[in-house]
């Protein structure tokens, strides 16, 4: 035992030495990736007391994991836990190489309130561990990654806190020797395993060997857990602070812009996996393969082939498997991300609705639409590989400036005979409402365009339209990776809002709300721009709409996802129908709010065909039907469209009508 006493710190120090030294040349050398990568990336180092915040609510308190009470509640004790015994455990590698060092010696006073509070978390590590068990054992959703990888973890962690379970117990029973500090009183739980395991009946010799042998389990693991990591999707221990620290602060999202005008790119947008930028990597690191993007993905949940949590594992795969040419320099070794025998697919990469859940929803805050914008740029910009039916969508879009194909001579076509003011005529028009393609051009469209003039008019607002002058947004094909097509429509719209510098914008269409809002600022158009649920609210606020008392029986809200999800706009629209709706309830469906279903036509998908699995936009209007409502309320043209033609496909007849729709119809 002398000798064993005597080579136990070499026997320390040496392994100390070889799993820390391959930690960090494994860090380095995922380090060194993230600095390799070509692509351009936005700085993300300003509010620092916010982000100080935000790692405080994401990351400690676990705030997006709990979202699901009880899965957040079971992590929540594993990683609570596991954080709280790690001071324990350094300490006693410490003591490993240095026999009489112990904390206790250097904070009396404090060090036993943290044993306490250890030995306490540490067996609520072990609850959460069983019902992670159960729900990997018997649960088993489809959207859990169900590897070997993930059984590794579990029984890592399980073997370091049992491990650390026991050499409390046998330092209970250590320090009941002469001269022994008394541990009993420190440690509530691990007492109880001396009656549970008969180990009051051990002599000296027998608790030293059962200390030790506690200790080099719990040592012997946790080195291994610091090897296992950085091969492991656990990387996502030391990712996700870091990521969700510099996570976007605010909730509106910009498609990064593209200098098209650049004669000296080779290329646009993402075509090899070594083109993406550091955040990007991070991203990749950061992930837990939880599988709550894919939970809540409209896409995979209607048999198509997109999973965001697999899209962001194969580029991580893909990254890791050329990171000898990347960190070489070598990329034109490096092959294209979709190619033949990738998961990454052409149909895989077109599935996506730019609905925005799986960036919502996950709780390390990856931004899995960075990778598919900027990989359908790519194949859009620079391999012509597209959808062919956007072909004719693109070909209007540049030469007709809507998506239709309609002359845009007659964009206000939908307005004859209502006496709607042109900005050219009234330039000082307190309001200036932009009406969109869709309520231009769409015959369903204009009987929006249509009660909103009316609903307007009701109250007063002094508003006019750019008619002919307006263009289409830019949204979709921007979202559909034609950044030049979209350059075009977005520069002709800011040069005309920059000579009119109206006062307000309004729009009815989420869309166009939201690249007016959040994306024209970088071709230098800042305007303070509204959708129409908070404009009408407002009005009823004022008191400028005032409700007949007109009832429409029990309605539910569909929420867009370019006004839910993109712009966290959510309350209003209710609050709004609530109000008009006299004596009525607002039913809401299962899926609402941040949690609600997509229609499917977002990110240019209103103009391509849907042929694999089910119809989103079926899937979204039977839940409309389950609520058992005469009618749902939107607040978006491309919903109103897709909602119709998927509740004719049930066997229910359900209205479908946008709010300001319900507006006119209530006001007097």
């Known amino acids: 035992m002398e000798t064993y006493f005597a080579i136990k710190p070499f026997t320390m120090a040496v392994l100390l030495i070889t799993a820390f030294g391959y930690f960090i040349i494994r860090i380095r050398r995922l380090f060194g990736l993230m600095r390799a990568v070509t692509g351009k990336s936005q700085p993300r180092l300003g509010k620092i007391s916010e982000r100080v915040k935000v790692l405080f609510t994401d990351v400690l308190t676990q705030s997006n994991v709990r979202r699901k009470p009880l899965i957040g509640l079971s992590h929540t004790l594993i990683f609570s836990g596991f954080l709280a015994i790690q001071p324990h455990s350094l300490e006693l590698m410490i003591r490993g190489l240095f026999p009489g060092f112990g904390f206790e010696h250097l904070t009396p006073g404090f060090y036993g309130g943290y044993l306490f509070f250890a030995d306490v978390l540490a067996l609520l590590v072990l609850f959460g561990f069983g019902y992670a068990i159960y729900r990997r054992?018997?649960?088993?959703?489809?959207?859990?990654?169900?590897g070997m990888d993930a059984n590794l973890i579990i029984l890592f962690t399980c073997l370091?806190?049992?491990?650390?379970?026991?050499?409390?117990?046998?330092?209970?029973?250590?320090?009941?020797?002469?001269?022994?500090?008394?541990?009993?009183?420190?440690l509530p739980v691990s007492r109880q395993l001396i009656?549970?395991?008969?180990?009051?009946?051990?002599?000296?010799?027998?608790?030293?060997?059962?200390?030790?042998?506690?200790?080099?389990?719990?040592?012997?693991?946790?080195?291994?857990?610091?090897?296992?990591?950085?091969?492991?999707?656990?990387?996502?221990?030391?990712?996700?602070?870091?990521?969700?620290?510099?996570?976007?602060?605010?909730?509106?999202?910009?498609?990064?812009k593209t200098d098209i005008t650049d004669e000296e790119a080779e290329t646009?947008?993402?075509?090899?996996?070594?083109?993406?930028?550091?955040?990007?990597?991070?991203?990749?690191?950061?992930?837990?393969?939880?599988?709550?993007?894919?939970?809540?993905?409209?896409?995979?949940?209607?048999?198509?082939?997109?999973?965001?949590?697999?899209?962001?594992?194969?580029?991580?795969?893909?990254?890791?498997?050329?990171?000898?040419?990347?960190l070489a320099g070598n990329h034109e070794k490096i092959p294209p991300l979709i190619r033949d025998g990738s998961p990454v697919t052409g149909d895989v990469l077109w599935s996506c609705t730019t609905c925005r859940a799986c960036e919502d929803i996950c709780p390390v805050n990856i931004?899995?639409?960075?990778?598919?914008?900027?990989?359908?740029?790519?194949?859009?910009?620079?391999?012509?590989?597209?959808?062919?039916?956007?072909?004719?969508?693109?070909?209007?879009?540049?030469?007709?400036?809507?998506?239709?194909?309609?002359?845009?001579?007659?964009?206000a076509d939908w307005c004859i005979g209502m006496d709607v003011p042109l900005m050219m005529d009234?330039?000082?028009?307190?309001?200036?409402?932009?009406?969109?393609?869709?309520?231009?051009?769409?015959?369903?469209?204009?009987?929006?365009?249509?009660?909103?003039?009316?609903?307007?008019?009701?109250?007063?607002?002094?508003?006019?339209?750019?008619?002919?002058?307006?263009?289409?947004?830019?949204?979709?094909?921007?979202?559909?990776g034609n950044e030049y097509i979209a350059q075009m429509l977005i520069q002709q719209n800011v040069d005309i809002l920059n000579k009119y510098q109206p006062k307000k914008i309004l729009a009815g269409c989420p869309h166009c709300f939201n690249i007016i809002k959040n994306e024209y600022p970088q071709f230098g158009a800042r305007f303070e721009v509204v959708h129409h649920s908070e404009y009408l609210f407002d009005l009823h606020k004022q008191g400028r709409l005032i409700p007949s008392g007109k009832t429409f029986g029990e309605l539910t809200f569909h929420d867009s996802?370019?006004?839910?999800?993109?712009?966290?706009?959510?309350?209003?629209?209710?609050?709004?129908?609530?109000?008009?709706?006299?004596?009525?309830?607002?039913?809401?469906?299962?899926?609402?709010?941040?949690?609600?279903?997509?229609?499917?036509?977002?990110?240019?998908?209103?103009?391509?065909?849907?042929?694999?699995?089910?119809?989103?936009n079926i899937?979204?209007?039977?839940?409309?039907?389950?609520?058992?409502?005469?009618?749902?309320?939107?607040?978006?043209?491309?919903?109103?469209?897709?909602?119709?033609?998927?509740?004719?496909?049930?066997?229910?007849v359900v209205k479908v009508k946008d709010i300001v729709e319900i507006i006119d119809e209530a006001v007097c």
């Open 137 to 146: 054992g018997l649960v088993r959703p489809a959207y859990l990654t169900m």
């Open 160 to 186: 370091i806190v049992v491990s650390f379970q026991f050499i409390n117990t046998f330092q209970i029973l250590l320090s009941l020797a002469p001269d022994g500090i008394n541990y009993r009183s420190y």
């Open 195 to 256: 009656p549970l395991f008969g180990l009051d009946n051990l002599n000296t010799g027998e608790i030293i060997t059962g200390y030790e042998t506690s200790y080099w389990i719990h040592m012997l693991t946790i080195l291994g857990f610091l090897v296992y990591i950085p091969s492991s999707k656990h990387l996502h221990l030391l990712a996700a602070a870091p990521n969700v620290f510099l996570k976007r602060l605010d909730q509106p999202k910009a498609i990064v």
């Open 268 to 326: 646009f947008g993402l075509g090899k996996i070594s083109e993406l930028n550091w955040k990007d990597v991070l991203n990749l690191y950061a992930c837990t393969e939880c599988g709550r993007c894919e939970e809540q993905c409209p896409a995979s949940n209607t048999g198509k082939p997109l999973s965001p949590k697999n899209l962001i594992h194969d580029c991580k795969v893909d990254l890791l498997t050329h990171d000898e040419a990347i």
């Open 367 to 411: 931004e899995h639409l960075d990778v598919i914008f900027e990989t359908r740029k790519h194949r859009t910009l620079m391999e012509a590989d597209f959808p062919t039916e956007m072909q004719e969508t693109f070909t209007n879009l540049e030469n007709q400036l809507n998506p239709w194909g309609f002359t845009n001579d007659t964009r």
């Open 426 to 480: 009234n330039p000082d028009a307190e309001l200036l409402y932009f009406v969109g393609c869709a309520a231009s051009f769409d015959d369903r469209g204009k009987k929006t365009a249509q009660a909103m003039a009316r609903v307007l008019k009701k109250a007063g607002v002094d508003f006019a339209i750019l008619g002919p002058e307006e263009a289409c947004n830019g949204d979709m094909a921007r979202r559909a």
């Open 561 to 616: 996802c370019y006004l839910g999800r993109w712009n966290h706009i959510y309350q209003a629209p209710r609050d709004l129908l609530v109000s008009m709706n006299t004596g009525s309830r607002l039913i809401e469906m299962t899926r609402s709010g941040p949690i609600g279903f997509c229609c499917g036509a977002g990110g240019g998908r209103m103009f391509m065909e849907e042929n694999l699995g089910k119809r989103i």
């Open 619 to 652: 899937e979204r209007a039977e839940e409309v039907v389950k609520t058992g409502v005469g009618t749902v309320a939107v607040a978006c043209p491309f919903c109103t469209t897709m909602l119709r033609d998927g509740i004719l496909e049930t066997e229910r």
